[in-house]
């Protein structure tokens, strides 16, 4: 059977282009690389619409210029090849090919035979290009279609280098491109084969590579899942996610910390777990967070189940949990940390004696009371107190004795004066209170001062029954009368001048002193 060389033009043409076009689709977003292999075979099919028009236009155009577009296609198949190999090509040798064709087919355009042996050498020698970097990296290119695309080059290097030992030896005579003999026909059908033999080849390349790429991340995501699970399941504190407002998971430390099972946690409003008194708080970071605000940490108390109240540090971030918004939160138990420092701060600013206030938080609370002042424009007082007949308590029963009548008269002072006013101890038999919020009027505010003080005065006045060691062992009870002298200071918004203001009230009180004792200055 003879087949008709123009037709079978007109199949290749349909062929390429169909396929150069489908290539371009794959390639399109997923596998860029492939774009260079798309116009590879656009201008396989751009070859042989040359070659079927010969003698309807010049030999130039559709000798030379076709198989320059024929080896063209073979040197972007190398690119696209090393490409895919994320290799540097070696351009000087994919495309001198090219050269050598232009110029040889310019000056052999009337010379078929010729045509066809230059054909046979350096169409094979590209093709010899294209099998290397497949062979180089065999071993690194997984999958079967590096040996589909090497089999398609190889019909093509044995067609190409048969018909080229034909026509020279004379077994063939050829004399035109299209004219039509089996010899010919079979040469076009079986190289054009390998072409898109060797095009389903690189397809296929691309198509392992993309699926291994997936099957590796996928792996990985399986891997990360599972450590970041174990991190979740192995930490040292308590994790938990919350979304619309509900414990959607926690890991076993939060479990062990709350001492509560899954099924009572899961699904359950946060709040539950929650202080009463710092849910308000509590979900109103919450919405912070869920709004991407920044929050610091913050300490908060949760009810548990087997330890009751118990102090816990919040930190977390927003994320999505099953496609929802949610909050990754961190607790960390702080209790014995939370009881230290508030043991530290008692020590910083109270007296251990009495548990009252010592100088320097009255110095804070009286700055404070001054800022106050300015912007409500009420008034406050000091009164500023000293014992007297205290020494003789101490040098006749000693200093224990004298620690006794302190933690009584702390107690009578916190009975006589407001809850919001401060008591604090100065030093030694020193006392002062601070008295806020009285009138704004001066007369009025000086006599509520001196009306709390005379309560004090009245207070303090009272017999004191302290428990006394006897030297022969065993104890007595002693009665002691302890008054006490009072200087009253009336302030309004001196910011700054705390100590002025302490040391105002100190000359009033031993005003009082030297006015007989147990009395008001």
């Given at each position: 059977m003879i087949l008709n060389t123009p037709t079978l033009f007109a199949v290749i043409?349909?062929?390429?282009?169909?396929?150069?076009?489908?290539?371009?689709?794959?390639?399109?977003r997923r596998h860029p690389d492939l774009f260079v292999w798309s116009a590879a075979l656009a201008l396989h099919a751009m070859t042989y619409v040359l070659f079927g028009l010969r003698g309807q236009i010049s030999d130039l155009v559709s000798i030379v210029f076709g198989n320059v577009m024929l080896s063209t296609m073979f040197a972007l198949f190398g690119e696209g090849i090393y490409r895919f190999q994320q290799r540097q090509p070696p351009r000087a040798w994919l495309w001198s090919p090219v050269l050598v064709i232009a110029v040889s087919f310019y000056f052999l355009r009337d010379d078929l035979v010729a045509r066809s042996v230059v054909a046979g050498l350096?169409?094979?020698?590209q093709c010899f290009l294209l099998l290397l970097p497949i062979a180089q990296k065999r071993r690194q290119t997984a999958g079967r279609g590096q040996y589909i695309l090497a089999l398609g080059v190889l019909c093509v290097v044995v067609v190409l280098f048969a018909r080229a030992l034909a026509v020279t030896v004379g077994g063939v005579h050829l004399v035109s491109l299209t004219e039509s003999n089996p010899t010919q026909g079979l040469s076009y059908l079986v190289s054009t084969l390998g072409i898109l033999w060797f095009a389903f080849g690189l397809i296929t390349m691309n198509q392992e590579r993309a699926e291994q790429a997936s099957q590796r991340?996928?792996?990985?995501?399986?891997?990360?899942?599972?450590?970041?699970?174990?991190?979740?399941?192995?930490?040292?504190?308590g994790i938990c996610?919350?979304?619309?407002?509900?414990?959607?998971?926690?890991?076993p430390k939060l479990l062990e910390l709350l001492g509560y099972p899954e099924q009572e946690i899961l699904d359950h409003p946060v709040v539950e777990f929650i202080h009463p008194d710092d849910r308000q708080m509590t979900m109103e970071n919450h919405r912070r967070r869920m709004l991407g605000q920044a929050d610091p940490r913050y300490a908060v108390r949760l009810l548990t189940r087997h330890r009751g109240t118990r102090w816990f540090e919040i930190s977390g971030t927003r994320f999505e949990w099953k496609g929802q918004p949610a909050t990754l939160n961190f607790m960390s138990d702080i209790t014995e940390r939370k009881l230290l420092d508030d043991q530290v701060q008692q020590l910083a600013f109270h007296d251990p004696l009495t548990q009252l206030p010592n100088?320097?938080?009255?110095?804070?609370?009286?700055?404070?009371?001054?800022?106050?002042?300015?912007?409500?424009?009420?008034?406050?007082?000091?009164?500023?107190?000293?014992?007297?007949?205290?020494?003789?308590?101490?040098?006749?029963h000693g200093h224990s004795v004298g620690d006794t009548l302190l933690v009584q008269l702390a107690g009578r002072l916190r009975a006589v004066v407001r809850e919001t006013?401060?008591?604090?101890?100065?030093?030694?038999?020193?006392?002062?209170?601070?008295?806020?919020?009285?009138d704004d009027d001066e007369s009025m505010a000086q006599e509520q001062a001196m009306d709390v003080a005379e309560k004090i005065r009245a207070a303090v006045d009272r017999p004191y029954q302290l428990t006394a060691l006897r030297a022969t062992?065993?104890?007595?009870?002693?009665?002691h009368r302890c008054s006490v002298s009072t200087g009253v200071v009336q302030f309004l918004d001196e910011v700054g001048a705390e100590e002025e203001l302490l040391k105002r009230a100190d000359a009033a009180m031993y005003r009082a002193k030297q006015a007989g004792r147990n009395t008001i200055r």
């Open positions: 043409v349909v062929l390429s282009l169909a396929l150069s076009a489908s290539v371009g689709v794959i390639a399109y350096i169409y094979p020698f991340a996928s792996a990985e995501l399986r891997r990360s899942d599972e450590h970041y699970r174990l991190l979740v399941e192995t930490a040292n504190e996610v919350i979304e619309s407002a509900k414990m959607r998971f926690v890991n100088r320097r938080l009255l110095l804070d609370q009286l700055r404070q009371s001054l800022a106050g002042n300015r912007r409500s424009g009420k008034r406050g007082a000091l009164l500023f107190m000293d014992l007297d007949n205290f020494k003789p308590l101490n040098d006749t006013d401060l008591i604090a101890r100065f030093g030694g038999d020193e006392f002062v209170v601070l008295l806020g919020n009285l062992g065993g104890t007595t009870v002693v009665e």
